[in-house]
């Protein structure tokens, strides 16, 4: 199942790497860009779901509820149970979108790796899963400066510099803020803000050591990732630039 | 609520970590399989980060090279003595061919390519040692000519990655160099000229091709073909077409030609012709050679078997092993030597009647 589900990817990624006239770094980006699009109902549902959680804890109902109990985390937890019913909210409904593109993240990354076969047994395995492929062997894995099978750095001065790696990094922390709530939840120093820093903090840096020591293809999948989400939630209208520069203190004259 | 939240974000966190992570390693793991070379004495063979001598006779282990893995440097072409039997060369994963002193194992020369930053590069196949060179094919198009000091006297680009050995021909005394760029290169030993190139043929090929007496060069293509070159003229003179992709080096038996592909059918084609004697697909993919020994054909399976066959094409035995068996049978005095994958023995030593005799590492 798994493995017809693999094959599938990367006779679709050969295919659009053919298209395009056997770039492989466009491939990635616009494969990427694809998956984002067809799963987009999940997203709007996980964006959705976001949102009124968001308004939630953001309401005076919420707000109160926290401060009265603050310090009976059972009756808090059955009392926030009790205005999840009241109000028709999930608290798992912005998960389940994520659980189930779980499997497609996954498998796309697969797709990239085990299509930049570069030794023979990464080919064995690759024609494993082309029925018709043999035309576009090898696969051309430069782009730009980049080889797509290795680790990228960009010789600066004698130094390799690590731009991609640098660049999910950024795309991962504007990505991250720019849904995070702000204020109620974010800011009232809850379990909820405390994750929500938590994962500020450390997603992009998880993301950036994966693109700093995997493949760079995977790296080039992560940029592409992150901005069409930035680029979603943009049109969608639900992006919060406020949130991603760090508030400057006011002065009063 | 929120920290069942938490609790999930972490494993979720940690899962895509660990899933990625399963996929490869850190980053694309160069991986090939074993590569063995046998003399009378000593069998010669890489595999992962260290090449190995053992005992022909029982497979004790005489030295292993580098004597600590270097990190980030692998090998598996199979390695390859010199004609003066002083030298015994490896081509690694990562930029370097190395001299090493076969009866010692210690390292004689390093030759560094200049790297492209971009990528390492690999040397698939092993180079071909002829009189005082060594012609080394590797991963970024180049076919590197070096002297038996390790100095480059030159070098040839093709289109594609080269991941076959060079052949030497007798008759036209220049090299034949296969790409993945379709093309079949013959080349001026001296200086690396270009004396011609074949049309295209239809596909990568990655296995050295064979060369009849008569000057026919055969050669496998993953356009799931076997394609037959005369030398002299440098028409094609057949094709034979595959069920899948023709990725092993065909063998040259008499007035016979073994060819197979990886769908695992193997064929005995009537050389001259190219016409099909017969066939037979005893299961699993065939990506290497086969070993023709004493009337008797010799070849292994991904499925993890030998498959013996006798010239008829009638199978007479198919023994299963463990791990995989991608790489083919080699012949080591009264012994079969087969170099498994993904198993704990690097390297068998069997009878003729595939009774193991040793393997390497021993077992504790």
């Given at each position: 199942m798994w493995d017809a589900f693999i094959t599938l990817m990367i006779n679709i990624l050969l295919f659009i790497y053919d298209l395009i006239g056997q770039n492989f770094g466009w491939a990635i980006i616009i494969f990427t860009v694809l998956v984002r699009v067809v799963t987009y109902p999940l997203n709007a549902r996980q964006m959705k779901s976001s949102k009124a959680m968001q308004e939630l804890q953001n309401s005076k109902k919420w707000q109160d509820i926290q401060k009265k109990y603050k310090d009976d985390k059972e009756t808090l937890a059955q009392k926030q149970m009790e205005i999840y019913r009241e109000m028709?909210?999930?608290?798992?409904?912005?998960?389940?979108?994520?659980?189930?593109?779980?499997?497609?993240?996954?498998?796309?990354?697969?797709?990239?790796?085990?299509?930049?076969?570069?030794?023979?047994?990464?080919?064995?395995?690759?024609?494993?899963?082309?029925?018709?492929?043999?035309?576009?062997?090898?696969?051309?894995?430069?782009?730009?400066?980049?080889?797509?099978?290795?680790?990228?750095?960009?010789?600066?001065?004698?130094?390799?510099?690590?731009?991609?790696?640098?660049?999910?990094?950024?795309?991962?922390?504007?990505?991250?803020?720019?849904?995070?709530?702000?204020?109620?939840?974010?800011?009232?120093?809850?379990?909820?803000?405390?994750?929500?820093?938590?994962?500020?903090?450390?997603?992009?840096?998880?993301?950036?050591?994966?693109?700093?020591?995997?493949?760079?293809?995977?790296?080039?999948?992560?940029?592409?990732?992150?901005?069409?989400?930035?680029?979603?939630?943009?049109?969608?209208?639900?992006?919060?630039?406020?949130?991603?520069?760090?508030?400057?203190?006011?002065?009063?004259? | 609520m929120t920290k069942i939240k938490k609790i999930l974000l972490i494993t979720l966190l940690a899962l895509l970590a660990l899933a990625l992570g399963a996929c490869s390693g850190r980053r694309i793991v160069a991986a090939g399989w074993s590569g063995v070379t046998a003399t009378e004495e000593t069998v010669y063979f890489s595999y992962g980060p260290q090449a190995y001598a053992v005992s022909l006779n029982n497979g004790v282990q005489k030295w292993q090279y580098p004597a600590e893995p270097i990190n980030g440097v692998d090998f598996y072409a199979p390695p390859i003595l010199t004609p003066d039997g002083e030298q015994l060369i490896l081509g690694s994963y990562k930029d370097e061919i190395h001299s090493v002193n076969p009866v010692s194992g210690l390292q004689q020369w390093v030759y560094t390519v200049p790297v492209d930053s971009r990528s390492s590069i690999r040397f698939i196949d092993s180079p071909l040692a002829k009189d005082e060179m060594i012609y080394a094919p590797a991963s970024n198009n180049t076919l590197y000519a070096l002297d038996l000091d390790g100095n480059l006297q030159w070098e040839y680009k093709t289109e594609d990655p080269l991941w076959a050995s060079p052949v030497w021909s007798e008759n036209c005394q220049c090299l034949y160099q296969v790409s993945m760029d379709r093309y079949l290169y013959a080349l001026d030993p001296k200086d690396g000229t270009l004396l011609w190139k074949s049309e295209d043929l239809g596909g990568p090929i990655v296995s050295p091709p064979a060369i009849s007496e008569t000057g026919l060069i055969i050669v496998s293509t993953f356009n799931n073909e076997v394609i037959a070159i005369d030398e002299n003229s440098q028409a094609i003179e057949w094709r034979f077409p595959t069920e899948n992709w023709a990725w092993a080096s065909p063998v040259i038996d008499g007035e016979q030609v073994y060819v197979s592909d990886i769908s695992g059918d193997f064929y005995a084609l009537e050389l001259a012709t190219g016409n099909i004697l017969w066939q037979i697909q005893p299961g699993g993919g065939i990506f290497d050679s086969p070993l023709i020994l004493d009337d008797l054909i010799y070849f292994c399976t991904d499925s993890s078997s030998l498959v013996v066959v006798d010239q008829e094409g009638v199978v007479q035995r198919v023994q299963p092993f463990e791990g995989k068996l991608y790489a083919g049978p080699i012949s080591g005095g009264d012994k079969l030597l087969l170099a498994p994958s993904e198993f704990d023995f690097y390297l068998i030593a069997i009878n003729p009647n595939g009774v193991q005799t040793w393997g390497y590492p021993p077992a504790d």
């Open positions: 028709g909210i999930s608290p798992f409904g912005s998960c389940l979108p994520l659980l189930i593109q779980f499997p497609i993240i996954i498998g796309l990354y697969q797709a990239i790796i085990r299509t930049l076969a570069v030794t023979p047994l990464q080919l064995v395995n690759l024609s494993k899963h082309i029925n018709d492929g043999a035309n576009l062997i090898p696969i051309n894995s430069q782009f730009w400066w980049m080889e797509l099978s290795e680790p990228e750095r960009l010789p600066i001065l004698g130094v390799g510099i690590p731009i991609l790696a640098i660049l999910v990094v950024i795309t991962s922390y504007i990505q991250t803020k720019m849904i995070s709530p702000t204020g109620g939840a974010a800011g009232d120093g809850g379990q909820g803000a405390q994750m929500t820093q938590a994962m500020t903090m450390y997603m992009p840096f998880l993301m950036g050591y994966l693109a700093l020591t995997f493949a760079s293809g995977l790296a080039l999948y992560f940029i592409a990732t992150n901005l069409a989400t930035i680029a979603q939630y943009m049109i969608t209208g639900q992006a919060n630039f406020d949130n991603i520069l760090p508030k400057l203190p006011s002065f009063n004259r | -």
